[in-house]
């Protein structure tokens, strides 16, 4: 890792744990410097001002989040595992930023206009994995066979319908840590695009 990435990295380490604590609008320059163990002046030069940082805290986990995801889909054998693992990770890596977001609120809502093309890029690459994972489904034989007009719209509503599992409305967060509400979602999906030849041999 070159310096320039190491200085960086330490600085954003520490200023996660100031906004997660503290919220954006609270959080100076100075105190960021002195988590991070630098001088304002290393602050200024790898970041014109506190905006800047906080997107790059912001970017830097959704690039964790979708780390931990392609991880966790490519360690899984079939479509449907795949995409049950990709639902699993996603809903973890949320339940980890739980607190850190909840803090942050406020600000999100005041920041959107700053972070909505972060936000936008990531429901893109998740859009993008669903659609590598119902291709190779396809290709397999696992899932019917689906023109790209169709794989898009399926990766779309796959992606939307999975975001509603990170906003339930009655169930706490710990308890979307079991597999249940994951099997279900993925069994109702795989219902509609499931290949029943293979299916039937399976069974």
Partial sequence: MEKDEIVIEEI?????KL????????????????????????????????NEI?????????????KRIREAVNASLTAKEKLKAFLQA?????????SFREVLFDDLLASMRMLIWIKSRYEQI???????ILLGGCQSGEFKDMSADRMNKMSFVMVTAFRGLHFPLSV???ELQTNEYFD??????????????VK???E
């Fill in 12 to 16: 954003l380490s520490g200023a996660k």
């Fill in 19 to 50: 906004f997660g604590k503290h919220g954006l609008k609270k959080t100076t320059m100075e105190e960021i410097a002195t988590a991070a163990g630098k001088g304002k002046s290393t602050l200024y030069y790898y970041f014109p001002s506190k």
């Fill in 54 to 66: 906080f997107e790059a805290v912001v970017e830097d986990e959704m690039k964790n989040v979708v």
């Fill in 90 to 98: 996603q809903i973890t890596s949320i339940i980890g930023f739980h």
């Fill in 126 to 132: 998740q859009i993008d994995m669903i659609k590598e």
């Fill in 172 to 174: 706490e967060l710990s």
């Fill in 184 to 197: 279900e979602m993925i069994d109702m999906l795989i219902a509609g695009i499931g290949n029943d030849t």
């Fill in 200 to 202: 039937k041999k399976i």
